[in-house]
């Protein structure tokens, strides 16, 4: 079966301190990932995408993730958070021979001073 | 430049109402996603376009959730008879490129 898995539903941590949000998936088929960020009250907006190459992709920001097949992870990373960082994050899957995304259940990263 | 737009943003109806919910995708993008997002849950995909064809309407959860893209441009999302459960964001996206999707900003539909 095809699934995706945030294993955080919540991560607090402090202004300027690392942060990693964690992302699984289920899949018997090529993969493509992306990272989505939800602020209040919108739509989603792109942090960063893996469709070939590199595991390790860059994003805006400051976040980068890295694609593991072994362990068919996609974790989310960022060396300092700042307080304009607090949000909804979403890691999304798109399966070779399927045009939608299947969506995580969102972490929800707080950021205190 | 101009984004996925949706319209309206705020939708309250009484349960046993119809509504339809608008979507103006990025000029020239040819594939049209509609997804569901309930409180505190992810994104859903409900039904997908390419051009005007409804190619996976897999996700749409009963008969009366129905979607239409005409012309290849606007879709429209059309919920009959409106019951409770339905209360939820309702997210459209477009995709030029498979599957790199951008997202409108959501129309939330609350049913009372």
């Known amino acids: 079966a095809q699934s995706v898995t945030q294993l955080d539903s919540q991560v607090p941590v402090f202004e300027e301190a690392p942060v990693e949000l964690r992302c699984n998936y289920s899949?018997?088929?090529?993969?493509?990932l992306f990272w989505y960020v939800q602020y209040p009250n919108q739509g989603l907006q792109l942090l960063l995408k893996?469709?070939?190459?590199?595991?390790l992709v860059k994003g805006i920001n400051g976040f980068e993730a890295e694609f593991n097949k072994s362990q068919t992870s996609f974790h989310l990373r960022k060396p300092s958070v700042h307080i304009s960082d607090t949000a909804e994050y979403f890691c999304?899957?798109?399966?070779?021979?399927?045009?939608?995304?299947?969506f995580g259940q969102g972490t929800r990263l707080t950021i205190n001073p | 430049g101009a984004g996925v737009s949706q319209s309206p943003r705020y939708k309250v109806a009484k349960r046993g109402q119809d509504v339809a919910l608008r979507c103006d995708p990025i000029?020239?993008?040819?594939?049209l996603f509609w997804y569901q997002q309930a409180l505190g849950q992810g994104p859903e995909f409900l039904t997908y376009?390419?051009?005007?064809?409804?190619?996976?309407k897999s996700g749409l959860p009963s008969d009366r959730f129905f979607a239409e893209r005409p012309e290849g441009s606007v879709s429209t999302l059309k919920i009959q008879r409106t019951q409770q459960e339905d209360s939820a964001v309702y997210l459209c996206?477009?995709?030029?490129?498979?599957?790199?999707?951008?997202f409108g900003p959501g129309t939330r539909l609350t049913v009372l």
């Open positions: 996206a477009s995709s030029l490129y498979n599957y790199e999707q951008f």
């Open positions: 899949s018997s088929v090529s993969v493509y």
């Open positions: 893996y469709l070939s190459g590199s595991t």
């Open positions: 999304a899957v798109g399966f070779q021979g399927a045009q939608k995304l299947v």
């Open positions: 000029s020239g993008h040819v594939s």
């Open positions: 376009f390419q051009n005007e064809a409804q190619l996976d």
